[in-house]
């Protein structure tokens, strides 16, 4: 079992920046793959990004990519998601989830990943 707690959501203004967090505790953390999702009200949690048990792998899906930057410090239990020059339509509940690691290979749907966080709000303003 893995639990997963993310923070560092809040409300920013457009072209603002966040850093969230998601702090993992129970089997070794350092053994899985960990994503970010999204869901905005009315909407399928979608992908946002992957990284690999060791961090060598990372991938951003193309509407974040170049402003969002996932990375993990297995020292620290801990999986960021620095998020960058934020949108409006990047509204929505952030959730992290650890999935079974397969190398580089990255999960990029929800059936990949096994352990899911409760969720953080991050609010973007016009």
């Known amino acids: 079992q893995v639990q997963l707690v993310e923070s560092g959501g809040g409300l920013v203004e457009a072209g603002g920046s966040l850093r969230l967090s998601c702090a993992a505790s129970?089997?070794?953390?350092?053994?899985?793959?960990m994503g970010w999702f999204r869901q905005a009200p009315g909407m399928e949690r979608e992908f946002v990004a992957a990284?690999?048990?060791?961090?060598?792998?990372?991938y951003e899906t193309d509407s974040v990519k170049g402003r969002f930057t996932i990375s993990r410090d297995n020292a620290k239990n801990t999986v960021y998601l620095q998020m960058d020059s934020l949108k409006p339509e990047d509204t929505a509940v952030y959730y992290c989830?650890?999935?079974?690691?397969?190398?580089?290979?990255?999960?990029?749907?929800?059936?990949?990943?096994?352990?899911w966080g409760q969720g953080t709000q991050v609010t973007v303003s016009s």
């Open positions: 990284i690999s048990w060791s961090g060598g792998s990372t």
């Open positions: 989830a650890a999935g079974p690691s397969y190398g580089v290979v990255l999960g990029f749907s929800v059936n990949d990943y096994d352990y």
């Open positions: 129970g089997r070794t953390f350092s053994s899985y793959a």
